[in-house]
T-cell receptor
Framework: GDSVTQMEGPVTLSEEAFLTINCTYTATGYPSLFWYVQYPGEGLQLLLKATKADDKGSNKGFEATYRKETTSFHLEKGSVQVSDSAVYFCALVYNQGGKLIFGQGTELSVKP | GAGVSQSPSNKVTEKGKDVELRCDPISGHTALYWYRQSLGQGLEFLIYFQGNSAPDKSGLPSDRFSAERTGGSVSTLTIQRTQQEDSAVYLC????????????FGPGTRLLVL
């Protein structure tokens, strides 16, 4: 079945370091891909999305490119801040299905 | 504008009791989803409603779980005869229509079954 796999956490970085969180997916069709973020004590928020192959989603300095050939949607940021500390979830959805299929989440901790 | 709201924010109950969780979606959103977030299982889809169509109940873990959506707006998730493994955060989301539209999440209801 369809699934999303993220790199294991927790990831601990120093402020201003480069961030990559890997996400790969298994899908029978052509889903849309999302990154959601959950800050401590808060609900899930959409960070960015891409709806077709080669699309790049971006927001708040984060980027991810929909790579159909490698079935990946890796999240990157050039310089992380302490305020980026959160749990990041990669997810996919089909136009026909509607339900989000989530990866297991990756906890990011940024130290000053 | 108002986002998705859920109530209660926290619920503690005894094993065997029934609980009701409520979700108010964003006004005008026709699609409504319930998910569960637990330590062992991550984020799992439970059920979704789209307009007047029959709901997709494929994610409900047992027949103790049910949900309804009245008037195409507010939804209630009911868990009967709660078990300790039902302890989790129950999240509601809504979107303007099914499919690839962004789902906006509420703050969740944290359920603890003693």
């Amino acid at each position: 079945g369809d699934s999303v796999t993220q790199m294991e956490g927790p990831v601990t970085l120093s402020e201003e370091a480069f961030l990559t969180i890997n996400c790969t997916y298994t899908a029978t069709g052509y889903p849309s891909l999302f990154w959601y973020v959950q800050y401590p004590g808060e609900g899930l928020q959409l960070l960015l999305k891409a709806t077709k192959a080669d699309d790049k989603g971006s927001n708040k300095g984060f980027e991810a490119t929909y790579r159909k050939e490698t079935t990946s949607f890796h999240l990157e940021k050039g310089s992380v801040q302490v305020s980026d500390s959160a749990v990041y979830f990669c997810a996919l959805v089909y136009n026909q299905g509607g339900k989000l299929i989530f990866g297991q989440g990756t906890e990011l901790s940024v130290k000053p | 504008g108002a986002g998705v709201s859920q109530s209660p924010s926290n619920k503690v109950t005894e094993k065997g009791k029934d609980v009701e969780l409520r979700c108010d979606p964003i006004s005008g959103h026709t699609a409504l989803y319930w998910y569960r977030q637990s330590l062992g299982q991550g984020l799992e889809f439970l059920i979704y409603f789209q307009g007047n169509s029959a709901p997709d109940k494929s994610g409900l873990p047992s027949d103790r779980f049910s949900a309804e959506r009245t008037g195409g707006s507010v939804s209630t998730l009911t868990i009967q005869r709660t078990q300790q493994e039902d302890s989790a955060v129950y999240l509601c989301a809504s979107s303007s229509r099914r499919g690839q539209e962004t789902q906006y999440f509420g703050p969740g209801t944290r359920l603890l079954v003693l």
